[in-house]
């Protein structure tokens, strides 16, 4: 174990409240790349295609983002040994809740019961009516897993309708575009400010406003520590800064306190 891991491991047996704040880089080892990943999806698709007016007011956006997800799916993606270290930490009743900017849904799949979903999930889909302007869905409330979505997809409509008002259907994500879910945000806060610990892991904590969440911690006064492969902009205000994979760095820290 590295001296920094020991570290980690020494914090978080000190703590009680231990609350986690996750980005993609927490589930590349599950195989879904990341912004940067080379070849990974964003390599393939625009970002900025995806802003929230653009697929209400384009069929083909539309489609290219159930196709998008189409391919998400089909690869099964399962936790990985970080996900299952920060169920983990719950599991031995050191956790205070999960803060994730992934909409995978990994964490609940490894145990984590308290998770702060701050860019929504792409296991669901909603109604969001049928001309939403200025990123606000205004549906008549239909919900579905995403796997309804999918059927629909699959059985050659490229761009499903809600089945009771005729609107337009999308993920329950948070596109570009749409403001982030203020009861969410709320949540986030409190997960933050309340802990005794604040662990990021796999974030480049550079996509406003979900990077203010280690910044808040520090002025709370809750110990920050950092586990990235590279390093962040928040590195020089945390308590401890772990450089390494996730999938190794944090099952051998947990696994020394638990
Ligand atoms: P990011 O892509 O900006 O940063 C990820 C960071 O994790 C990078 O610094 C990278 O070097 C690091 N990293 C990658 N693999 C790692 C590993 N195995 N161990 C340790 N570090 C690793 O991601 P972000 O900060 O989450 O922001 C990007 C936005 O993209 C978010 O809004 C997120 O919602 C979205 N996104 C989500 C998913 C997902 O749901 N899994 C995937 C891609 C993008």
Redesign the pocket.
């Known amino acids: 174990m590295t001296s920094d891991t020991a570290a980690l491991a020494e914090l978080l047996r000190r703590s009680h409240q231990v609350t986690t704040f996750t ?3 927490v ?3 599950s195989g ?5 990943s080379p070849g990974g999806v964003w390599t393939r698709y625009d970002p900025r295609d995806f802003t929230f007016d653009r697929y209400v007011e384009s069929a083909e956006v539309r489609a290219s983002s159930w196709a998008m997800r189409r391919e998400f799916f089909a690869r099964d993606p399962r936790p990985n040994p970080a996900h299952l270290a920060i169920a983990a930490i719950e599991r031995a009743g050191r956790g205070h809740g999960v803060i994730t ?4 849904g990994l964490h609940q799949l490894a145990g984590s019961t308290h998770v702060v979903e701050i ?1 929504g999930t792409a296991r669901e889909v909603l109604c969001i009516g049928r001309t939403p302007r200025y990123g606000m869905p205004e549906g008549c409330g239909f919900t579905a897993p995403h796997t309804w979505a999918l059927e629909q997809v699959d059985a050659g409509d490229p761009g499903p309708t809600c089945p009771e008002c005729g609107g337009l259907v999308k993920s329950a994500t948070i596109s570009f575009g749409q403001a982030m879910p203020p009861d969410a945000v709320e949540e986030a806060e409190r997960l933050v400010t309340s802990a005794d610990l604040l662990v990021t892991v ?6 406003w406003p979900a990077a203010d969440l280690p910044e808040l911690a520090v002025r709370s006064g809750v110990p920050l520590v950092i ?4 390093r962040t902009p928040l590195d020089a205000i945390a308590t401890l800064v772990v450089r390494g ?3 190794e760095v944090l099952p051998e820290a947990v696994g020394a306190v638990t």
């Open positions: 980005g993609a880089g589930s590349t080892e879904i790349p990341d912004f940067r900017q992934n909409i995978d860019h796999g974030s480049s904590l550079q996509v586990v990235n492969d590279e994979r996730a999938g």
